[in-house]
Protein backbone atom coordinates (compact mmCIF):
# COMPACT_ATOMS: atom_id res chain seq x y z
CA UNK A 1 0.00 0.00 0.00
CA UNK A 2 0.83 4.02 -0.94
CA UNK A 3 0.93 5.83 1.72
CA UNK A 4 -0.35 9.63 1.12
CA UNK A 5 1.65 12.46 2.80
CA UNK A 6 -1.28 14.83 4.61
CA UNK A 7 -0.23 18.49 3.75
CA UNK A 8 0.00 20.99 6.59
CA UNK A 9 2.36 23.17 8.85
CA UNK A 10 5.30 22.51 10.87
CA UNK A 11 5.41 23.27 14.53
CA UNK A 12 8.48 25.85 13.52
CA UNK A 13 6.34 27.49 10.88
CA UNK A 14 3.54 27.83 13.31
CA UNK A 15 5.93 29.84 15.40
CA UNK A 16 7.39 31.77 12.98
CA UNK A 17 4.20 33.02 11.56
CA UNK A 18 2.79 34.09 14.93
CA UNK A 19 5.79 36.06 15.76
CA UNK A 20 5.56 37.52 12.02
CA UNK A 21 2.15 38.50 12.98
CA UNK A 22 3.06 39.66 16.72
CA UNK A 23 5.90 41.83 15.01
CA UNK A 24 3.47 43.11 12.47
CA UNK A 25 0.26 43.86 15.25
CA UNK A 26 2.97 46.07 17.57
CA UNK A 27 4.29 47.81 14.50
CA UNK A 28 0.52 48.81 13.72
CA UNK A 29 -0.11 49.57 17.15
CA UNK A 30 2.66 51.75 17.19
CA UNK A 31 2.04 53.70 14.26
CA UNK A 32 -1.64 54.21 14.83
CA UNK A 33 -0.60 55.35 18.70
CA UNK A 34 1.64 57.78 16.96
CA UNK A 35 -0.64 58.91 14.22
CA UNK A 36 -3.32 59.76 17.35
CA UNK A 37 -0.68 61.30 19.21
CA UNK A 38 0.48 63.41 15.66
CA UNK A 39 -3.08 64.58 15.53
CA UNK A 40 -3.99 65.57 19.44
CA UNK A 41 -1.00 67.43 18.94
CA UNK A 42 -2.01 69.41 15.93
CA UNK A 43 -5.39 69.64 17.50
CA UNK A 44 -4.07 71.43 20.65
CA UNK A 45 -1.56 73.67 18.52
CA UNK A 46 -4.25 74.66 16.33
CA UNK A 47 -6.67 75.21 18.56
CA UNK A 48 -4.26 77.32 20.97
CA UNK A 49 -3.38 79.31 17.82
CA UNK A 50 -6.93 80.47 17.01
CA UNK A 51 -7.69 81.31 21.25
CA UNK A 52 -4.30 82.95 20.98
CA UNK A 53 -5.79 85.21 17.61
CA UNK A 54 -9.10 85.52 19.30
CA UNK A 55 -7.56 87.24 22.83
CA UNK A 56 -5.14 89.12 20.68
CA UNK A 57 -8.26 90.29 18.72
CA UNK A 58 -10.43 90.96 22.08
CA UNK A 59 -7.62 92.82 23.41
CA UNK A 60 -6.60 94.85 20.54
CA UNK A 61 -10.54 96.26 20.57
CA UNK A 62 -10.40 97.03 24.47
CA UNK A 63 -7.05 98.82 24.05
CA UNK A 64 -8.58 100.77 20.63
CA UNK A 65 -11.12 102.05 23.23
CA UNK A 66 -8.90 103.23 25.99
CA UNK A 67 -10.78 106.11 27.79
CA UNK A 68 -8.21 108.94 28.81
CA UNK A 69 -9.60 109.12 32.72
CA UNK A 70 -8.21 110.79 35.10
CA UNK A 71 -8.72 109.89 39.12
CA UNK A 72 -11.56 112.35 41.34
CA UNK A 73 -8.64 113.19 43.41
CA UNK A 74 -7.16 116.33 43.13
CA UNK A 75 -4.03 115.37 44.49
CA UNK A 76 -3.70 113.00 41.58
CA UNK A 77 -2.66 114.13 38.28
CA UNK A 78 -1.94 110.94 36.32
CA UNK A 79 -4.36 108.49 33.82
CA UNK A 80 -6.39 106.01 34.90
CA UNK A 81 -4.17 103.64 33.51
CA UNK A 82 -1.36 101.15 35.67
CA UNK A 83 0.66 98.88 33.61
CA UNK A 84 2.76 96.52 35.49
CA UNK A 85 5.31 93.69 34.59
CA UNK A 86 2.61 90.93 35.23
CA UNK A 87 -0.73 93.12 35.05
CA UNK A 88 -2.24 95.55 32.78
CA UNK A 89 -5.06 98.16 34.41
CA UNK A 90 -7.14 100.85 32.80
CA UNK A 91 -10.19 102.29 31.78
CA UNK A 92 -12.39 101.40 28.80
CA UNK A 93 -15.26 103.33 26.90
CA UNK A 94 -17.01 99.75 26.24
CA UNK A 95 -19.38 99.52 29.16
CA UNK A 96 -18.90 96.54 31.82
CA UNK A 97 -21.82 95.24 30.84
CA UNK A 98 -24.50 94.85 27.80
CA UNK A 99 -27.06 96.31 30.73
CA UNK A 100 -25.22 98.85 31.40
CA UNK A 101 -23.80 101.83 30.42
CA UNK A 102 -21.01 104.33 30.90
CA UNK A 103 -17.25 103.71 31.09
CA UNK A 104 -15.65 100.44 32.94
CA UNK A 105 -12.25 99.33 34.51
CA UNK A 106 -10.23 96.22 33.13
CA UNK A 107 -7.84 94.32 34.62
CA UNK A 108 -5.69 91.96 32.80
CA UNK A 109 -3.30 88.98 35.17
CA UNK A 110 -2.81 85.65 35.38
CA UNK A 111 -5.07 83.69 37.93
CA UNK A 112 -5.44 80.09 39.16
CA UNK A 113 -7.17 78.03 37.27
CA UNK A 114 -8.74 74.49 38.05
CA UNK A 115 -6.46 72.16 39.15
CA UNK A 116 -2.79 73.13 38.99
CA UNK A 117 -2.81 75.33 35.39
CA UNK A 118 -3.64 79.38 35.21
CA UNK A 119 -5.52 81.47 32.96
CA UNK A 120 -4.91 84.62 31.54
CA UNK A 121 -8.23 86.57 32.92
CA UNK A 122 -9.62 89.72 32.15
CA UNK A 123 -11.67 91.53 34.64
CA UNK A 124 -14.02 94.27 34.15
CA UNK A 125 -16.13 96.26 37.05
CA UNK A 126 -17.91 99.97 37.03
CA UNK A 127 -16.10 102.93 38.72
CA UNK A 128 -17.31 104.20 41.68
CA UNK A 129 -18.74 107.22 42.11
CA UNK A 130 -16.06 108.89 43.27
CA UNK A 131 -12.95 106.56 41.18
CA UNK A 132 -10.40 106.92 43.43
CA UNK A 133 -8.50 103.75 41.91
CA UNK A 134 -8.83 100.46 40.85
CA UNK A 135 -10.48 98.57 44.01
CA UNK A 136 -14.03 97.28 42.23
CA UNK A 137 -12.07 95.22 39.79
CA UNK A 138 -11.56 92.76 42.81
CA UNK A 139 -14.87 92.01 42.48
CA UNK A 140 -15.43 92.56 38.73
CA UNK A 141 -16.85 90.04 36.28
CA UNK A 142 -13.94 87.48 35.01
CA UNK A 143 -13.48 86.24 31.95
CA UNK A 144 -11.04 83.87 30.37
CA UNK A 145 -9.16 84.77 27.81
CA UNK A 146 -6.20 82.45 27.44
CA UNK A 147 -5.89 79.21 28.77
CA UNK A 148 -3.16 76.90 30.39
CA UNK A 149 -0.82 80.17 30.83
CA UNK A 150 2.20 80.18 32.67
CA UNK A 151 2.43 83.34 32.82
CA UNK A 152 2.36 86.97 31.40
CA UNK A 153 4.35 90.02 30.67
CA UNK A 154 3.70 93.40 30.16
CA UNK A 155 5.96 96.01 28.41
CA UNK A 156 5.08 99.58 27.43
CA UNK A 157 6.76 102.10 24.53
CA UNK A 158 6.48 105.85 25.15
CA UNK A 159 8.21 108.98 26.75
CA UNK A 160 7.41 110.94 29.69
CA UNK A 161 7.79 114.11 28.40
CA UNK A 162 8.46 116.34 25.04
CA UNK A 163 12.33 116.13 25.69
CA UNK A 164 12.96 112.53 26.12
CA UNK A 165 13.65 109.80 23.77
CA UNK A 166 10.22 107.35 23.48
CA UNK A 167 12.02 103.83 25.00
CA UNK A 168 10.82 100.13 26.22
CA UNK A 169 9.68 99.92 30.07
CA UNK A 170 8.86 97.03 32.20
CA UNK A 171 6.02 99.44 33.88
CA UNK A 172 4.35 102.39 33.09
CA UNK A 173 2.72 104.55 35.93
CA UNK A 174 3.84 108.27 33.63
CA UNK A 175 1.28 111.15 33.37
CA UNK A 176 1.51 110.20 29.52
CA UNK A 177 -0.51 107.40 27.62
CA UNK A 178 2.06 104.59 25.98
CA UNK A 179 2.40 104.61 22.31
CA UNK A 180 2.96 100.49 22.01
CA UNK A 181 1.99 97.99 25.32
CA UNK A 182 3.35 94.39 24.38
CA UNK A 183 2.26 90.98 25.86
CA UNK A 184 4.31 88.37 26.04
CA UNK A 185 2.86 84.80 26.89
CA UNK A 186 4.38 81.69 28.23
CA UNK A 187 1.86 78.40 27.88
CA UNK A 188 1.67 75.88 30.91
CA UNK A 189 4.20 73.48 28.79
CA UNK A 190 6.97 76.69 29.31
CA UNK A 191 6.81 77.51 25.30
CA UNK A 192 6.57 80.87 24.38
CA UNK A 193 3.72 82.31 22.18
CA UNK A 194 5.01 84.73 19.74
CA UNK A 195 4.90 88.54 21.16
CA UNK A 196 1.88 90.80 20.63
CA UNK A 197 2.28 94.44 20.42
CA UNK A 198 -0.67 96.60 20.44
CA UNK A 199 -0.89 100.28 19.46
CA UNK A 200 -2.91 102.63 21.53
CA UNK A 201 -4.71 105.23 19.50
CA UNK A 202 -4.67 107.77 21.99
CA UNK A 203 -2.13 110.76 21.48
CA UNK A 204 0.03 111.69 24.51
CA UNK A 205 -1.75 114.77 25.60
CA UNK A 206 -5.06 113.10 25.22
CA UNK A 207 -7.62 114.29 28.32
CA UNK A 208 -5.84 117.57 28.80
CA UNK A 209 -7.02 121.18 28.20
CA UNK A 210 -5.80 124.17 26.33
CA UNK A 211 -5.82 127.66 26.35
CA UNK A 212 -4.86 130.37 24.14
CA UNK A 213 -1.72 131.24 25.84
CA UNK A 214 -0.06 127.68 27.01
CA UNK A 215 -0.84 124.22 27.04
CA UNK A 216 -1.35 122.28 29.91
CA UNK A 217 -2.29 119.14 31.16
CA UNK A 218 -5.22 119.69 33.62
CA UNK A 219 -7.45 116.70 34.80
CA UNK A 220 -11.02 116.90 33.00
CA UNK A 221 -13.75 116.56 35.68
CA UNK A 222 -16.65 115.16 35.25
Given amino acids: MRRTRQAG ?3 I ?4 AVSLLAVMMVLLYSGLTFAFRSWDAGE ?3 RRETDRRLGENFLRRELTELFPMRWKDPMTLRFALDGQRQTLRFVSSRPPDVAMGGLSLVGLAVE ?3 GRTSNLVMRRAMPDDRALDFAPLEKGTATVLLEDVDSVTFSYFGSDSDMADPRWSDTWTQARIPQLIRMSVRNGDGTE ?6 RVTLGAEAGCLENSFQRVCSPRRS
Avoid at 13 to 16: N, P
Avoid at 193 to 198: D, K, V
Fill in 193 to 198: LPAMTF
Fill in 112 to 114: PGP
Fill in 44 to 46: LNG
Fill in 9 to 11: FTL
Fill in 13 to 16: ELVV
